[in-house]
T-cell receptor, first 112, second 116 residues
Framework: AQRVTQPEKLLSVFKGAPVELKCNYSYSGSPELFWYVQYSRQRLQLLLRHISRESIKGFTADLNKGETSFHLKKPFAQEEDSAMYYCALSRAGYSSASKIIFGSGTRLSIRP | DAGVIQSPRHEVTEMGQEVTLRCKPISGHNSLFWYRQTMMRGLELLIYFNNNVPIDDSGMPEDRFSAKMPNASFSTLKIQPSEPRDSAVYFC??????????????FGDGTRLSIL
C-alpha cells in the first residue's frame, strides 16, 4: 500500500537549533518525494523535491531508499520557519496524471 | 500567472444548504485536484481530474459531494445538502501531467467553509 508517515504531529525547537522533520514512505515502485510547507493561513507551497537535490530556505532532504525515508533538515532554525510541513509522494516517470499522497503533516514551532 | 484561483475565500451557511466551491486552474495545467483539510484528518484528496475527466473519486466522502470539470479552466465541488461536519478548508490544486518527472502541484488559497 502507498503510504506516507510523518510520526510527529508537533515539533518544537529553539531558534538556532537544528531541525529534522521525519518522513517515511511505503511504495512498491520508484517514487518521487516532495516537501510542501503551509505558513499560517496561506496556501500550500512546494518547498523542495528530491529529484532537484536543492536547498530551499536552508532546508535539505535526502531520499534514503534503504530506509524508505525522506527527512527534512535544517542546521539552524529560524522563527519564520514555523509552519505546517507535509511530506508527499507520487509515482515517478508516470506519463499521465498521478495523484500525490500526503502525510498527515508536522507542525514546526520555533521558539525564540 | 495568477496561480490557482478559488472562490469564495470564505463561506458560512446553514446546514442543509447547497454549497458550491469554484476553482480555476493555472492555464496549461491539465490535472486538477480537490483536497479537504481539517485539524483532525489533515489533508485528504477528494477527487482529481486529468484532461477534464475524473480519474479517482475514491476520496469523496459521501454522495452529498460531487465535482465537475466542464472545461479545462473551471471546476466545481458541490455539497448538497451540507452538514456541520463538512466544515473545513477546501483546496484546489493543479499540475501539468504528461511530463517526466511529474510536475509538482500548485495550490490555491483555499475556501474556508463553515456549516452552522
Amino acid at each position: 500500500a502507498q503510504r506516507v508517515t510523518q510520526p510527529e504531529k508537533l515539533l518544537s525547537v529553539f531558534k538556532g537549533a537544528p531541525v529534522e522533520l521525519k518522513c517515511n514512505y511505503s511504495y512498491s515502485g520508484s517514487p518521487e518525494l516532495f516537501w510542501y510547507v503551509q505558513y499560517s493561513r496561506q496556501r500550500l507551497q512546494l518547498l523542495l523535491r528530491h529529484i532537484s537535490r536543492e536547498s530551499i530556505k536552508g532546508f535539505t532532504a535526502d531520499l534514503n531508499k534503504g530506509e524508505t525515508s525522506f527527512h527534512l533538515k535544517k542546521p539552524f532554525a529560524q522563527e519564520e520557519d514555523s509552519a505546517m510541513y507535509y511530506c508527499a509522494l507520487s509515482r515517478a516517470g508516470y506519463s499521465s496524471a498521478s495523484k500525490i499522497i500526503f502525510g498527515s503533516g508536522t507542525r514546526l514551532s520555533i521558539r525564540p | 500567472d495568477a496561480g490557482v484561483i478559488q472562490s469564495p475565500r470564505h463561506e458560512v451557511t446553514e446546514m442543509g444548504q447547497e454549497v458550491t466551491l469554484r476553482c480555476k486552474p493555472i492555464s496549461g495545467h491539465n490535472s486538477l485536484f480537490w483536497y479537504r483539510q481539517t485539524m483532525m484528518r489533515g489533508l485528504e484528496l477528494l477527487i482529481y481530474f486529468n484532461n477534464n475527466v475524473p480519474i479517482d473519486d475514491s476520496g469523496m466522502p459521501e454522495d452529498r459531494f460531487s465535482a465537475k470539470m466542464p472545461n479545462a479552466s473551471f471546476s466545481t465541488l458541490k455539497i448538497q445538502p451540507s452538514e456541520p461536519r463538512d466544515s473545513a478548508v477546501y483546496f484546489c490544486a493543479s499540475s501539468r501531467s504528461g511530463g517526466v518527472p511529474p510536475i509538482a502541484q500548485h495550490f490555491g488559497d483555499g475556501t474556508r467553509l463553515s456549516i452552522l
